[in-house]
């Protein structure tokens, strides 16, 4: 089976801050790894992934994430905090390996990430 | 948004009544998905669908059942709806995991079911 955990329901940043949303995850074979948002009301969009090769990956609105296999951690980063990065983000693992193959993602619980001024 | 229409956006209905989810895609991707969202669970996967008429189950699939009669549309069906089934669904589409765009889902606006 696999699964991810989000330690922190909730992350408080200000803005022009660096902010990290952290992610564990546990599956068998070689992991694919996801980071998705979510703003009110709206379905979740596709942030960035790491399938293979570099374990840091960047993505849209200046997001990156860091594969690390030894942590079985793919952590969600920025160097500088909007406000309108405000949203709830949910990071996804699948395996390749299974039925439904990279596409069978299992979520996280979810991260609120809330930007002050 | 990708052309993903879901339908009803919110229902209300009673305990053991029957209701019917629809999710119209416009892209032509192969792949369709229903999820349900509860506070403190994320996504939990229903079912999915890799091409008309092929569905298989997803991770908490008891009291769902699911047809895709074409391509474009993917229906989701309570028979008999209980109260643990109020949940926000999700219905999404993909290219198949085969291909460079592997996990990148695209997302419906969601329905917002309530069971009384």
């Known amino acids: 089976a696999q699964s991810v955990a989000q330690p922190e329901d909730q992350v408080n940043v200000a803005e022009g801050n660096p902010l990290t949303v952290k992610c564990t995850y546990s599956?068998?074979?070689?992991?694919?790894l996801f980071w998705y948002v979510q703003y009110p009301n709206r379905g979740l969009q596709f942030l960035l992934k790491?399938?293979?090769?570099?374990?840091l990956v960047k993505g849209s609105y200046g997001f990156e994430a860091e594969f690390n296999k030894s942590q079985t951690s793919f952590h969600l980063k920025k160097p500088s905090a909007l406000v309108s990065d405000s949203a709830l983000y949910f990071c996804?693992?699948?395996?390749?390996?299974?039925?439904?193959?990279?596409?069978?993602?299992?979520f996280g619980t979810g991260t609120q990430l809330k930007v002050e001024l | 948004d990708a052309g993903i229409t879901q339908s009803p956006r919110h229902k209300v209905t009673e305990t053991g009544t029957p209701v019917t989810l629809r999710c119209h895609q416009t892209e032509n991707h192969r792949y369709m998905y229903w999820y349900r969202q509860d506070p403190g669970h994320g996504l939990r996967l229903i079912h999915y669908?890799?091409?008309?008429?092929?569905?298989d189950k997803g991770e908490v699939s008891d009291g769902y059942s699911v047809s895709r009669s074409k391509t474009e549309d993917f229906l989701l069906t309570l028979e008999s709806a209980t109260s643990s089934q109020t949940s926000v669904y999700f219905c999404?589409?993909?290219?198949?995991?085969?291909?460079?765009?592997?996990?990148?889902?695209?997302f419906g606006e969601g329905s917002r079911l309530t069971v009384l």
């Open positions: 790491y399938i293979t090769g570099d374990n």
């Open positions: 996804a693992v699948s395996s390749p390996g299974v039925t439904g193959g990279g596409n069978k993602l299992t």
């Open positions: 599956v068998s074979g070689n992991p694919y």
């Open positions: 999404a589409i993909s290219d198949p995991p085969e291909t460079e765009n592997t996990g990148e889902l695209f």
């Open positions: 669908s890799y091409g008309v008429k092929d569905t």
